[in-house]
Protein backbone atom coordinates (compact mmCIF):
# COMPACT_ATOMS: atom_id res chain seq x y z
CA UNK A 1 0.00 0.00 0.00
CA UNK A 2 2.70 2.15 0.68
CA UNK A 3 4.31 1.55 -2.35
CA UNK A 4 1.39 2.30 -4.06
CA UNK A 5 0.93 5.95 -2.35
CA UNK A 6 4.79 6.47 -3.49
CA UNK A 7 4.51 5.28 -6.72
CA UNK A 8 1.29 7.99 -7.21
CA UNK A 9 3.02 10.48 -5.30
CA UNK A 10 5.91 10.57 -7.95
CA UNK A 11 3.36 10.50 -10.81
CA UNK A 12 1.33 13.42 -9.41
CA UNK A 13 5.41 15.21 -9.11
CA UNK A 14 5.84 14.45 -12.32
CA UNK A 15 2.72 15.48 -14.37
CA UNK A 16 3.07 18.69 -12.16
CA UNK A 17 6.62 19.39 -13.34
CA UNK A 18 5.94 18.98 -16.73
CA UNK A 19 2.55 21.12 -16.61
CA UNK A 20 4.72 24.00 -15.13
CA UNK A 21 7.40 23.28 -17.60
CA UNK A 22 4.80 23.17 -20.41
CA UNK A 23 3.25 26.88 -18.79
CA UNK A 24 6.43 28.15 -19.29
CA UNK A 25 6.72 27.57 -22.76
CA UNK A 26 3.32 28.52 -23.66
CA UNK A 27 4.09 31.68 -22.36
CA UNK A 28 7.21 32.11 -23.99
CA UNK A 29 5.96 31.00 -26.77
CA UNK A 30 3.07 33.65 -26.72
CA UNK A 31 5.12 36.44 -25.57
CA UNK A 32 6.86 35.97 -29.14
CA UNK A 33 3.94 35.89 -31.28
CA UNK A 34 2.56 38.97 -29.42
CA UNK A 35 6.21 41.02 -30.32
CA UNK A 36 5.95 39.63 -33.72
CA UNK A 37 2.84 40.58 -34.00
CA UNK A 38 3.68 43.79 -32.78
CA UNK A 39 6.69 44.25 -34.86
CA UNK A 40 4.50 43.50 -38.08
CA UNK A 41 1.78 46.18 -37.46
CA UNK A 42 4.63 48.77 -36.61
CA UNK A 43 6.18 47.93 -39.74
CA UNK A 44 2.76 48.61 -41.66
CA UNK A 45 2.74 51.69 -39.78
CA UNK A 46 5.61 53.15 -40.91
CA UNK A 47 4.14 52.80 -44.13
CA UNK A 48 1.40 54.66 -43.81
CA UNK A 49 3.18 57.67 -41.89
CA UNK A 50 5.31 57.54 -45.06
CA UNK A 51 2.76 57.58 -47.44
CA UNK A 52 1.15 60.45 -45.67
CA UNK A 53 3.53 62.56 -45.68
CA UNK A 54 4.15 61.72 -49.08
CA UNK A 55 0.44 62.88 -49.70
CA UNK A 56 1.44 66.19 -47.43
CA UNK A 57 4.33 67.08 -49.76
CA UNK A 58 1.99 67.30 -52.63
CA UNK A 59 -0.14 69.08 -50.18
CA UNK A 60 2.18 71.93 -50.98
CA UNK A 61 1.74 71.27 -54.17
CA UNK A 62 -1.78 71.24 -55.07
CA UNK A 63 -3.71 73.10 -52.13
CA UNK A 64 -6.27 72.31 -50.15
CA UNK A 65 -7.57 69.80 -52.46
CA UNK A 66 -5.62 67.42 -50.57
CA UNK A 67 -6.92 68.28 -46.92
CA UNK A 68 -9.47 65.41 -46.68
CA UNK A 69 -7.35 62.55 -48.14
CA UNK A 70 -4.69 63.78 -45.69
CA UNK A 71 -7.53 63.68 -42.68
CA UNK A 72 -8.87 60.37 -43.17
CA UNK A 73 -5.10 59.23 -43.58
CA UNK A 74 -4.23 60.46 -40.47
CA UNK A 75 -7.54 59.56 -38.19
CA UNK A 76 -6.67 55.76 -39.54
CA UNK A 77 -2.67 56.29 -38.48
CA UNK A 78 -4.19 57.59 -34.86
CA UNK A 79 -6.81 54.52 -34.37
CA UNK A 80 -3.55 52.22 -35.46
CA UNK A 81 -1.46 53.87 -32.65
CA UNK A 82 -3.87 53.97 -29.74
CA UNK A 83 -4.55 50.03 -30.27
CA UNK A 84 -0.36 49.15 -30.86
CA UNK A 85 0.06 51.48 -27.60
CA UNK A 86 -2.64 49.32 -25.75
CA UNK A 87 -0.36 46.31 -26.97
CA UNK A 88 3.37 47.33 -26.09
CA UNK A 89 1.48 48.74 -22.47
CA UNK A 90 -0.04 45.49 -21.44
CA UNK A 91 2.87 43.61 -22.28
CA UNK A 92 5.75 45.90 -20.52
CA UNK A 93 2.87 45.81 -17.37
CA UNK A 94 3.41 41.66 -17.93
CA UNK A 95 7.09 41.68 -17.71
CA UNK A 96 8.42 42.31 -21.03
CA UNK A 97 11.06 44.31 -21.18
CA UNK A 98 13.50 42.53 -23.42
CA UNK A 99 16.21 44.29 -26.16
CA UNK A 100 13.69 43.69 -29.04
CA UNK A 101 10.64 45.23 -26.93
CA UNK A 102 12.66 47.82 -26.60
CA UNK A 103 13.74 48.55 -30.04
CA UNK A 104 9.65 48.09 -30.89
CA UNK A 105 8.91 50.90 -28.46
CA UNK A 106 11.56 53.34 -29.63
CA UNK A 107 10.28 52.70 -33.34
CA UNK A 108 6.39 52.96 -31.83
CA UNK A 109 7.58 56.68 -30.04
CA UNK A 110 9.09 57.84 -33.45
CA UNK A 111 6.20 56.87 -35.11
CA UNK A 112 3.86 58.38 -32.75
CA UNK A 113 6.04 61.58 -33.15
CA UNK A 114 5.56 62.02 -36.85
CA UNK A 115 2.22 61.12 -36.63
CA UNK A 116 1.34 63.78 -34.09
CA UNK A 117 3.01 66.48 -35.69
CA UNK A 118 1.74 65.73 -39.08
CA UNK A 119 -1.90 65.99 -37.20
CA UNK A 120 -0.65 69.37 -35.88
CA UNK A 121 0.35 70.41 -39.43
CA UNK A 122 -2.66 68.84 -40.92
CA UNK A 123 -4.79 71.18 -38.71
CA UNK A 124 -3.39 74.10 -38.71
CA UNK A 125 -3.46 74.32 -43.04
CA UNK A 126 -6.52 72.16 -43.12
CA UNK A 127 -8.71 74.04 -40.57
CA UNK A 128 -10.45 71.29 -39.54
CA UNK A 129 -10.12 71.66 -35.82
CA UNK A 130 -9.16 68.60 -35.04
CA UNK A 131 -7.11 68.61 -31.67
CA UNK A 132 -3.70 66.88 -31.35
CA UNK A 133 -3.65 65.23 -27.60
CA UNK A 134 0.14 64.15 -26.63
CA UNK A 135 -0.55 61.59 -23.36
CA UNK A 136 3.05 60.90 -21.78
CA UNK A 137 3.37 58.26 -19.28
CA UNK A 138 5.77 55.87 -18.24
CA UNK A 139 6.34 52.57 -16.67
CA UNK A 140 5.52 51.73 -13.67
CA UNK A 141 2.58 54.39 -13.12
CA UNK A 142 -0.53 53.67 -11.06
CA UNK A 143 -1.55 57.32 -11.75
CA UNK A 144 -0.82 56.69 -15.92
CA UNK A 145 -2.69 53.78 -15.98
CA UNK A 146 -5.63 55.79 -14.81
CA UNK A 147 -5.14 58.39 -16.76
CA UNK A 148 -5.22 56.29 -19.66
CA UNK A 149 -8.14 54.38 -18.73
CA UNK A 150 -9.87 58.21 -18.58
CA UNK A 151 -8.72 59.04 -21.97
CA UNK A 152 -10.36 55.51 -23.30
CA UNK A 153 -13.65 56.51 -21.68
CA UNK A 154 -13.83 59.78 -22.86
CA UNK A 155 -13.26 58.08 -26.29
CA UNK A 156 -16.17 55.63 -26.02
CA UNK A 157 -18.35 58.84 -24.66
CA UNK A 158 -17.43 60.91 -27.96
CA UNK A 159 -15.93 63.77 -26.37
CA UNK A 160 -12.69 63.15 -28.18
CA UNK A 161 -14.78 63.00 -31.78
CA UNK A 162 -12.75 65.84 -32.76
CA UNK A 163 -9.11 65.19 -30.93
CA UNK A 164 -6.74 62.95 -31.93
CA UNK A 165 -4.51 61.18 -29.04
CA UNK A 166 -1.03 59.86 -29.35
CA UNK A 167 0.49 58.19 -26.74
CA UNK A 168 4.12 58.43 -25.67
CA UNK A 169 6.64 56.87 -23.02
CA UNK A 170 8.41 59.68 -21.84
CA UNK A 171 11.58 57.75 -21.08
CA UNK A 172 12.15 55.86 -24.45
CA UNK A 173 15.61 56.32 -25.17
CA UNK A 174 15.44 58.31 -28.40
CA UNK A 175 16.50 61.74 -29.76
CA UNK A 176 12.85 62.28 -31.09
CA UNK A 177 11.04 61.67 -28.16
CA UNK A 178 13.18 63.13 -25.75
CA UNK A 179 13.81 66.51 -27.93
CA UNK A 180 9.92 66.56 -27.82
CA UNK A 181 9.90 65.89 -23.39
CA UNK A 182 12.06 68.75 -23.48
CA UNK A 183 10.70 70.90 -25.20
CA UNK A 184 7.26 70.17 -23.69
CA UNK A 185 9.10 70.52 -20.06
CA UNK A 186 7.55 67.58 -19.10
CA UNK A 187 8.65 66.87 -15.35
CA UNK A 188 6.44 64.41 -14.36
CA UNK A 189 3.57 61.87 -15.46
CA UNK A 190 1.37 61.53 -16.54
CA UNK A 191 1.23 64.71 -18.16
CA UNK A 192 -0.88 65.47 -21.43
CA UNK A 193 0.14 68.31 -24.31
CA UNK A 194 -3.62 69.77 -25.29
CA UNK A 195 -2.73 71.85 -28.81
CA UNK A 196 0.11 74.11 -27.46
CA UNK A 197 -1.12 73.56 -23.48
CA UNK A 198 0.86 71.84 -21.29
CA UNK A 199 -0.98 70.26 -18.19
CA UNK A 200 1.43 68.27 -16.11
CA UNK A 201 0.04 65.31 -13.65
CA UNK A 202 -3.03 63.60 -13.27
CA UNK A 203 -6.22 65.19 -14.76
CA UNK A 204 -9.43 63.67 -12.81
CA UNK A 205 -12.49 62.65 -15.58
CA UNK A 206 -14.34 65.88 -15.16
CA UNK A 207 -11.55 68.56 -15.48
CA UNK A 208 -10.45 66.56 -18.42
CA UNK A 209 -13.71 66.88 -19.85
CA UNK A 210 -13.91 70.38 -19.31
CA UNK A 211 -10.45 71.15 -20.80
CA UNK A 212 -11.44 68.96 -24.10
CA UNK A 213 -14.50 71.08 -24.57
CA UNK A 214 -13.27 73.91 -23.87
CA UNK A 215 -10.47 73.28 -27.24
CA UNK A 216 -13.23 71.53 -29.51
CA UNK A 217 -16.88 71.46 -30.39
CA UNK A 218 -17.41 67.93 -30.48
CA UNK A 219 -20.47 66.82 -30.53
CA UNK A 220 -21.38 65.88 -26.79
CA UNK A 221 -19.37 69.00 -25.47
CA UNK A 222 -21.85 71.14 -27.43
CA UNK A 223 -25.07 69.04 -25.97
CA UNK A 224 -24.01 69.42 -22.57
CA UNK A 225 -23.26 72.94 -23.18
CA UNK A 226 -26.98 74.29 -24.32
CA UNK A 227 -29.22 75.64 -21.52
CA UNK A 228 -31.59 73.73 -19.83
Known amino acids: MKRNLRNLYIVVGIISVVLYVLGIVTGIYVQKSLLSSVETNINSLKNDVENAQQEYILFSLSGKESCPILSSLSIEISNKLHSLANELIDLESKGESGSKFTELK ?18 ENCDEGILPVLFYYSVPCPDCLQQGRI ?29 LVKSHNVTIVPSIVVGDKVYQGFINKDNLIDIICQETNATRCLAESKPL
Not at 108 to 119: E, F, H, M, N
Not at 158 to 179: C, F, G, M, R, W
Open 151 to 179: LDELREENYLEKASVYVLDKDIDHPLVKT
Open 106 to 123: KEYGALSIRSWVLRSSIN
